[in-house]
């Protein structure tokens, strides 16, 4: 009996030192081919974080598919997509999870690939070290440089510089001492202040898990010894007390808590929060979990806060110290890292997603990209896959934030496609813009409803859309007669007639279509709010721009047009010759032809200007308007 009590003393006293230990996330990143995942799977290997299934898959997988004759293959560990074993690359970031009598560890694997530079940025976006490697034949290539970019973009703040492959060149010093002089002068100008570096041979195990006898002229810690012992602090400073509220907890009428994860600080009970964007003030009463209330909480614990007071709190909200509480915003400069296929255009709008609230925001300005092989800026009107700018950006509601070098969760965003919700961009704010602070909203006593009022009439945009010579302004300019002489006030937005004015500082670019569909849909929101009838009649070949000006509009004020002409219809009419230019290629990014045009997938009206004359389909729009 007292043997069994004494094992289970000992099976509990084990659990809760596990339970205990300081967990540490690292990826490992560099060019492709010098060695990420056999350095990990060795790890994994000699740290025995592997079950005897996996042993034995891994030395049957190693005769199939190994590149090391009839040794163990450790990168297989790590490579466990079909493509990565034939191909013996990596392409997807994989996580493994391991540990050692002194800490936790999850590591994730990242591909060196240049097209799979996104996926390297994801698994960064949550590590607190960065190992780094090189190949010790080739040096510091592009792919070092970017990573390491990325690496310090993302706030982690310690590199372990792993000189790997040193058995292939005689474990020479020199060698290895002219990389690191190469490194150290990437890290300062990266503004990496912690780096270690280490001479290694991950297939072989020198300096891996002890020092290696092979290099008697290195006295530093092992690659494992140094991941023990690395001290990383997740926030930077005492900034307080922050909560990004993920929930509202009201399982009945008695109880209304806030539940989130602490981002940063301390909280207990009878400490004065703020709620934000809101302002509003109030104490905390408690702090429930599911083992209980605590008597305090701290960073990375998942609570549930109520309140002395009835505060309205939602999702997306950040309840912070009263006394210390972060910045509320609209605009930013940021740091941004594009992910998508399809190229960022400055003006097209995006959902921002930082902590737990979603924005719609849009990119005002690229001030430059970045050559992430050399650190110098260069001008930039678009951003392609992969690239990174600094960017100013625009939000349309204030949001809480703070400085990414402060705190990652109130510092650190991703923008999200309108349309097919897919990731494009990840980014980290700098600071706000000082203006954004400085503007608000004035009221005006005369308002939209009293100005469409006296007019007799409720206020529209009538937004045709369709190909260059499709008919939209000759059926845009009919309606416009005839609402007029119905004693209706209107105005028509032409895109030739703005180009002569508001819009005559732009090209034809994807960029600048972008631009030239803002500025129109400001003008129109304005005429709307003066209580007008307008109508707007452009190409607007892009669908996201579309959306984007209907936005802007109260529902049902918005009345999307499509004109819709056959390709060949129009280059037949061609009045202007424009069709002509473009196919003999005097005319680039035309409509039609180089550029594409994006139909409406849900347009208010669909008139086919090859069935019907323009007057029957002017008709139809006074006549849907009346309805």
């Known amino acids: 009996m007292s043997v069994a009590t004494d094992t289970s003393a000992a099976v509990a006293t084990y659990l809760q030192q596990h339970e205990t230990k300081d967990l540490l996330r ?147 010093f020199a060698v290895f001492d002219e990389i690191v002089d190469g490194y150290r002068e990437l890290a300062a100008q990266l ?3 912690n780096f270690q570096a280490i001479p290694l041979s991950a297939l072989q195990g020198d300096n891996l898990l ?23 602090e997740r926030t930077r400073g005492d900034v307080g007390f922050r909560l990004p509220v993920q929930w509202v907890n009201r399982p009945n009428q008695d109880f209304r808590g806030f539940a989130g994860t602490v981002a940063a600080g301390t909280v207990r009970p009878g400490d004065e929060i703020v709620a934000l964007p809101s302002g509003r003030r109030s104490k905390v009463a408690r702090i429930v979990t599911a083992d209980g209330d605590l008597d305090i909480a701290g960073e990375g614990q998942a609570i549930t806060l109520t309140l002395a ?26 740091h941004l890292l594009w ?32 050559d992430v092989n050399t650190q110098e800026p260069l001008a930039a009107k678009h951003l392609e896959l992969n690239e990174v700018a600094y960017c100013n950006i625009y939000l349309d509601q204030p949001v809480p934030f703070e400085a990414y070098a402060d705190n990652r969760t109130l510092g650190g965003f991703i923008l999200v496609d309108r349309q097919s919700d897919a990731t494009v961009a990840a980014g980290t704010l700098d600071f706000a813009l000082r ?18 009022r006296i007019k007799g009439q409720q206020p529209r945009c009538l937004w045709f859309t369709g190909l260059s010579g499709s008919g939209k302004s000759t059926i845009a300019n009919l309606v416009d007669k005839r609402l007029h002489a119905m004693g209706y006030h209107t105005f028509i937005l032409d895109g030739d007639n703005v180009r002569h004015g508001l819009n005559k500082d732009l090209g034809f670019t994807d960029e600048d279509r972008v631009e030239n569909i803002r500025r129109v849909a400001e003008v129109a929101k304005l005429m709307a709010d003066a209580g007008l009838i307008v109508l707007v009649s452009f190409i607007s070949p892009f669908r996201a721009e579309r959306r984007m000006a209907r936005d802007l509009f109260a529902p049902g004020e918005f009345v999307e047009v499509y004109i819709d002409t056959p390709l060949a219809v129009a280059e037949e009419r061609d009045v ?3 069709y002509a230019k473009a196919r003999a290629g005097q005319l680039r990014n035309f409509t039609g032809i180089d550029s594409p045009y994006e139909v409406p997938e849900a347009a208010e009206l669909e008139l086919d200007t090859v069935s019907d004359p323009a007057e029957r389909l002017a008709q139809r729009v006074i006549d849907y308007l009346i309805e």
């Not at 990990?40 to 199939?64: K, M, N, P």
């Not at 970031?93 to 694997?109: L, P």
């Not at 921002?352 to 609230?357: N, P, Q, S, V």
Request: hydrophobic fraction near 40%.
């Open 435 to 452: 203006r954004a602070g400085n503007i608000h909203w004035q009221h005006l006593d005369v308002d939209k409803t009293a100005r469409a």
């Open 26 to 172: 690292f990826i490992t990143c560099g060019s492709v081919d010098d060695g990420k995942s056999t350095l990990i799977g060795r790890l994994l290997y000699e740290t025995r974080a592997l079950f005897a299934d996996q042993l034995s898959a891994l030395e049957s997988d190693s005769r199939r598919h190994g590149t090391q004759g009839d040794a163990i293959d450790y990168a297989l560990l790590m490579d466990g997509l079909s493509a990565e074993r034939e191909q013996g690359i990596t392409i997807d970031v994989a996580y493994r999870f391991f540990s050692t009598e002194k800490r936790k560890f999850i590591v994730a694997d990242c591909p060196g690939h240049e097209q799979y530079t996104r996926n390297m940025a994801t698994g960064a976006s949550t590590a607190d070290v960065a190992v780094v490697l090189v190949d010790a034949r080739k040096g510091l290539l592009a792919q070092t440089r970017r990573h390491s970019y990325i690496v310090s973009l993302l706030g982690i703040r310690h590199v372990l510089l792993a000189v790997n492959k040193m058995d292939l060149v005689g474990y020479d």
């Open 210 to 232: 002890q020092s290696s006898p092979q290099t008697p002229w290195y006295d530093g810690p092992s690659v494992l010894e140094y991941l023990e012992t690395v001290r990383v």
């Open 576 to 578: 202007k010759g424009l």
């Open 191 to 193: 503004g990496i202040d």
């Open 339 to 370: 992910m998508g296929e399809q190229a960022l255009l400055p003006g097209r709008p995006y959902w921002l997603k930082i902590g737990t609230r979603t924005v719609s925001a849009s990119i005002t300005e690229i001030k430059h990209k970045i």
């Open 309 to 334: 007071d009835e505060l309205d709190i939602s999702r997306g909200d950040v309840i912070a110290d009263a006394h210390k509480p972060p910045q509320v915003s609209d605009q930013f400069a940021a």
